[in-house]
């Protein structure tokens, strides 16, 4: 009689404790508690009310729920937990239960046990939610022995305290990404998706030491404290941007595949991202599907290749699907390649070869019927042929290209169609550096233009934007030290200063280095003793965003002959930018010397000048992600190094300096006038040729170390730069030598050949507009040229 009554009494005090339970969760349960879910959702909550557990509704049904722990205060009651299931139970007569013999089991309503603890400690067992969002099985017997606890079983997210160790990983909700240490002891990111597996972060491209880890310590433990660290025995460190006590924290591999810290605003509810392990989404692999390319402009986001298309066009992650089909008896007559410029698939290479031609690497790609691409690096010949293409990219200081094969029918129309515009077509490349008033659609003045020129490609480019608004607010000053090497590091190097750091640096900017148009420039030390140059911009009228924005484009660009940006400033009305610092001066000071105080530059230094100065506009100009007009070529933005080498300063700054276009006038320009191009003055859209023009300029005052540019005198007599053009032309047509315009200072001492070819090149490029060369055919030109030992003509 008693074994009849017992458990209907006990299911009698049960329904009175749910009761009591909707109206106030229990901080700490016995056996026999059990809650339905028509009886409210909350069964546990910690002692500081953090954290709550219960049934949790499922995103899409409002009718199937899970048993979860969230955060309590959180706007979007965030889970941190979910009893691994996998499937949801009914709303109505499901419940979890503490059984008397100490098991917290999940029912379904038709009496399936959809998740259990499995624990067995009989009736003194007790289940309790403590303050970390841990949730406790005890054994009270055994003294409070813990016999299970959720912080065992992590899902998507790690809490303080809670350790991630060897046996346990944390899976995104898409099912799709693991954080899991690997063999080596190594934490990693993996993608796993329905066709293929892959590592995707630390980059594996490099070994784990080159990746900032360690593989020796076999410990296999991450975990984040109290202060906003998430420390890994592997010596991967994120430290959270507001790190110090006090504030709730999560470590989630989110649903995109990328690993992120997160810090609650107690006052709000909201959740900051203030730490991040992915820098740049496109590593992330799976995003962008088979056959997608993951690319920036300006925010993220998935492009098809020529000749695909999307799979699902609702779904990136499935990709995209060929628009065409090929059989292995098709001639290699009938394909072609398509280039994606600093494009790349990773992995599935079907070979792979070093010092070859781009030639031969067409030719085995072409012989191969299942090769569908191929990723050639033109400075050491690398060839890559591959067999699938998933996790495409487009990265544009990838130093490669992706070449698309493609049967000729299909890429003809993919060409001319508008889908995308990943591809620098031959033709299309040619066209459209639109200047970016027309971009911003306001305002009609080419003189406006001047200020603001950049080249914009058709129909593709916006401004090219590799990291968010709130990467910089929040990653800048927390680059973890396992940052991918190599070209992957570029973007990690450049970052943003406080005012206070840069006042400190500059010694409170006592060290003037030059003054100019857009702003003054000082010389500083940073706190790792790398001397800088800082710009402190006048008259920027910009914002914030659309300043970072600018700034970021300019920070990206990168070569060796172009001043490297650092870093900038954006506090206030204070906009500054950090510089590489050149050791010697401009050009100007070295070519036009009557003090005679500076070193008179040899023959060979200035045909290097001309070079890598020509080098670094054509690498402005046909980069195909990020096209800048300088505008404003001339000696004095032309800057030596330590070994005479050129770097191009100022570019792209004409567009940060926004002056106002009413208050603009030449009177302005007079310093520049003799290097601008006609068309300034003609109402003509302006394009890259104004800097070949100019360019021309400057390549005959290296030559004559004159200022050609404000009149020359020959013979006795003062000719402007285009009658100097005419002479210069007659004696190239009458093969008479040039000893009379280059430089008298060097005595003769200079190379024939080079000095022609330079000559010729500048007369060209002083050409009507549609004439002039562009700037890669002009460092082809020189290169031609281009030898260390110069042959002295003495007359
Ligand atoms: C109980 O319902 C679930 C779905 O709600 C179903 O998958 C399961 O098979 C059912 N079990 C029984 C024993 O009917
Ligand atoms: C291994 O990592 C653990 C956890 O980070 C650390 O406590 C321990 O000192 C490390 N061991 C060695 C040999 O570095
Ligand atoms: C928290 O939210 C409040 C209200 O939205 C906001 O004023 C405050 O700046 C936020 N704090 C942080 C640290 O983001
Ligand atoms: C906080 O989140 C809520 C809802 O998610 C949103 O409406 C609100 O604007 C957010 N507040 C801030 C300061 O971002
Ligand atoms: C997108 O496709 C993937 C892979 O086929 C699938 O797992 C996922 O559920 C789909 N997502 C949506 C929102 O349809
Ligand atoms: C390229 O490498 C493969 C092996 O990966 C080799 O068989 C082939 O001969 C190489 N081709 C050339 C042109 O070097
Ligand atoms: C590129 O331009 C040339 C000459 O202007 C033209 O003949 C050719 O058809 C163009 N190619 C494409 C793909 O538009």
């Given at each position: 009689m008693g074994k009849f009554l017992c458990p209907l009494f006990i299911s009698f005090i049960s329904v009175l404790l749910c009761c009591a339970a909707s109206a106030s969760p229990w901080q700490t349960i016995g056996t026999g508690t059990s809650l339905q879910v028509d009886h409210g959702e909350t069964f546990l909550v910690s002692p500081d009310t953090t954290f709550s557990c219960g049934f949790y509704p499922s995103g899409d049904d409002t009718n199937a729920f899970y048993f979860s722990i969230w955060f309590t205060h959180a706007t979007d009651r965030t889970v941190v937990w979910t009893a691994d299931s996998g499937l949801p139970v009914n709303g109505h007569g499901s419940k979890i239960s503490l059984s008397h013999e100490g098991n917290l089991a999940f029912t379904d309503v038709n009496g399936t046990t959809v998740w259990e603890s499995k624990t067995g400690w009989g009736k003194h067992t007790t289940v309790a939610l403590l303050n970390s969002g841990n949730m406790v099985i005890k054994a009270s017997d055994s003294e409070d022995k813990i016999v299970w606890q959720s912080f065992d079983w992590p899902t998507d997210t790690l809490l303080p305290s809670q350790r991630l160790t060897r046996e346990k990983r944390l899976v995104s909700q898409s099912g799709n990404h693991f954080l899991y240490f690997d063999n080596d002891n190594v934490l990693r990111l993996q993608y796993n998706g329905p066709e293929i597996t892959s590592i995707y972060w630390p980059s594996p491209d490099y070994t784990a030491v080159q990746n900032g880890r360690t593989r020796f310590n076999s410990s296999k433990i991450a975990v984040l404290d109290d202060e906003g660290r998430f420390l890994s025995s592997d010596g991967f460190k994120m430290v959270a941007l507001d790190s110090g006590l006090g504030i709730q924290r999560r470590i989630t591999v989110d649903y995109d595949g990328n690993l992120r810290m997160y810090s609650l605003n107690?006052?709000?509810g909201n959740w900051t991202i203030t730490g991040e392990g992915v820098l740049q989404m496109c590593y992330v692999h799976g995003l962008c599907g088979r056959n997608g390319i993951c690319e920036y402009s300006p925010g993220l986001r998935c492009t098809c290749p020529p000749g695909y298309e999307m799979t699902d066009p609702e779904n990136w992650s499935r990709g995209c699907r060929p628009t065409f089909s090929v059989s292995c008896g098709q001639q290699r007559e009938d394909f072609t390649f398509v280039k994606i410029p600093h494009g790349d698939y990773y992995g599935f290479d079907l070979t792979s070869n070093k010092s070859i031609s781009l030639e031969e690497c067409m030719r085995i790609c072409m012989d191969s019927c299942v090769c569908l691409s191929f990723t050639y690096k033109g400075g050491d010949g690398l060839c890559y042929t591959k067999g699938l293409l998933y996790n495409g990219q487009v990265y544009p200081y990838f130093p490669g290209d992706n070449y698309i094969k493609l049967p000729k029918n299909v890429a003809s129309t993919s060409l001319i169609s508008k889908h995308h515009g990943l591809t620098c077509k031959p033709n299309a490349s040619?066209?459209?550096?639109?200047s970016i008033d027309a971009y911003r659609k306001n305002s009609d003045n080419i003189m406006w233009a001047y200020l603001y020129v950049f080249a914009t490609i058709i129909g593709a480019v916006e401004l090219v934007f590799i990291m968010t608004g709130w990467y910089f607010l929040f990653k800048m000053h927390n680059i973890p030290k396992s940052m991918e090497e190599g070209y992957k590091m570029i973007t990690s190097q450049f970052r943003r200063f406080t005012y206070r750091e840069l006042v400190e640096a500059t010694g409170k900017f006592k060290e003037e280095l030059g003054k100019g148009g857009s702003g003054t420039v000082y010389r500083g030390i940073l706190g790792d003793k790398k001397v800088v140059a800082v710009k402190k911009l006048t008259d920027v009228r910009q914002g914030e965003e659309e300043f970072w924005a600018e700034v970021t484009l300019i920070g990206r660009i990168n070569h060796i002959n172009l001043v490297r940006m650092w870093g900038f400033c954006s506090e206030g009305r204070q906009r500054l930018l950090v510089y590489e610092y050149v050791e010697n001066e401009s050009l100007d000071r070295y070519l036009f010397d009557d003090s005679g105080t500076r070193k008179l530059l040899s023959w060979s230094q200035r045909f290097k000048i001309a070079l890598g100065t020509a080098r670094g506009l054509a690498y402005l100009h046909h980069e195909c992600l990020e096209w800048v007009v300088h505008c404003d070529v001339k000696p004095e933005n032309i800057l030596l190094n330590r070994d005479f080498e050129a770097k191009i300063a100022d570019f792209g700054l004409s567009k940060l300096s926004k002056r106002d276009s009413s208050t603009f006038n030449f009177t302005h320009m007079r310093g520049t006038m003799g290097y601008m191009a006609p068309e300034w003055a003609l109402n003509l859209p302006i394009n890259a040729k104004v800097d070949v023009y100019s360019y021309g300029v400057v390549l005959l005052e290296i030559v004559t170390g004159t200022r050609v540019s404000s009149g020359i005198t020959i013979d006795e007599e003062d000719i402007d730069l285009m009658q100097f053009v005419q002479v210069v032309k007659q004696m190239l047509t009458s093969g008479e030598v040039l000893d009379t315009i280059v430089d008298s200072r060097l005595k003769g001492h200079f190379n024939c050949d080079q000095a022609k070819a330079m000559v010729k090149a500048a007369i060209s490029c002083l050409e009507e507009r549609s004439k002039r060369p562009t700037m890669d055919q002009i460092v082809k030109d020189l290169m031609v040229y281009d030898n260390e030992d110069y042959h002295p003509a003495y007359f």
């Open positions: 107690a006052s709000d040619k066209v459209m550096l639109v």
